[in-house]
């Protein structure tokens, strides 16, 4: 960082991770459940006690699944993860996004269960509600990123959006009938779960992130990555109506550059976020010439 005339050297060592906090219900305060050092959380369960995560500053990455009482974790296989299927036995995972090879990962007893290669550069993957297909967000090759549908198990990707069109998070709306995905202008808008014209949700920003659906369909939550608090809305999808939903700080805000995402159990009584944590210590060097 610096060096003084008589030859003593300022230093700083950098130390960067990615850490996890969860509220279960009938707690009465968050809980840490970081694992290693770069714990993503991807999904939480129907019954808002198990949390699906990974670990990506490992190499290959996994996935690993945790109770929300502080249990230790359990690694389920290698590769990022898109989510609990609606019955909550299996996790849709990805090794490779080049090939976008998807894999079935067991939640309990089981083996694994490779689907199809789809062919196309995969980004991201959600289930439908009835489990018996996947959204894609994807591009072919010399092409820009669109939403695509596959069939479980053994389908093929169909494209159901027009090029420029893409998601993260949980874009399927409850009824599986619609998706909330990002369009060629970076703005949210629902588009229908077949091809179709999609619907601006009225006075929504492009930094705004949407992260999934209410139960009852009707709004989405959406939140701006932001130094802590991560302040969380629920935005009625046709009317633009914004409420509060919670805002949400670490309890200890030392060196945390950037709060979210966050996952939310589907009655609302459970969630899990994560954030950025940057630190630094200093030495003195002497003795260096």
């Known amino acids: 960082m610096d060096i003084a005339r008589d030859g003593r050297a300022l230093l700083s060592v950098n130390s960067s ?8 219900a009938g707690e009465k305060a968050e809980r840490n459940l970081t694992w290693l050092n770069w714990s993503f959380p991807k999904d939480i369960s129907s019954d808002g006690k198990t949390l699906l995560f990974e670990e990506q500053n490992i190499q290959p990455k996994a996935s690993y699944l945790r109770k929300l009482d502080g249990s230790p974790a359990v690694r389920i296989g290698e590769g990022g993860s898109w989510g609990f299927s609606p019955d909550g036995r299996w996790v849709l995972s990805m090794r490779d996004d080049q090939i976008c090879q998807f894999t079935l ?3 309990g007893a089981g083996e694994p269960k490779q689907l199809p290669r789809a062919g196309i550069n995969c980004r991201a993957a959600a289930w439908f509600p009835d489990g018996r297909k996947i959204l894609i967000s994807a591009s072919e090759p010399g092409h ?7 069939d479980i ?5 169909r494209a159901i959006s027009p090029e420029g069109v893409d998601f993260l998070f949980h874009p ?4 599986g009938k619609s998706i909330a995905a990002r369009g060629t202008d970076r703005r949210i808008a629902v588009y229908p ?3 179709g014209e999609p619907r601006a949700v009225p006075d929504l920003e492009p930094e705004n992130v949407p992260l999934g659906w209410t139960a009852d369909g009707a709004s989405i939550f959406v939140y701006r990555p932001s130094a802590p608090p991560l302040r969380v809305e629920k935005v009625d999808v046709k009317t633009g109506r ?3 939903w919670e805002e949400l700080r670490p309890s200890d805000p030392s060196g945390v550059e950037q709060v979210g995402p966050i996952q939310i159990a589907p009655n609302e009584a ?9 630190l630094d210590e200093l030495y003195l060097a002497t003795g260096l010439h």
């Open 172 to 175: 399927v709306s409850p009824d």
């Open 144 to 150: 820009g990123s669109r939403l695509f549908v596959q």
């Open 270 to 278: 459970s969630y899990v976020y994560s954030y950025r944590r940057a």
């Open 105 to 107: 990962l067991p939640t």
């Open 242 to 244: 914004r409420t509060l």
């Open 17 to 24: 991770r990615r850490e996890m906090v969860g509220f279960a």
């Open 153 to 157: 198990p053994d389908g093929q990707p």
């Open 193 to 195: 779960a077949e091809p």
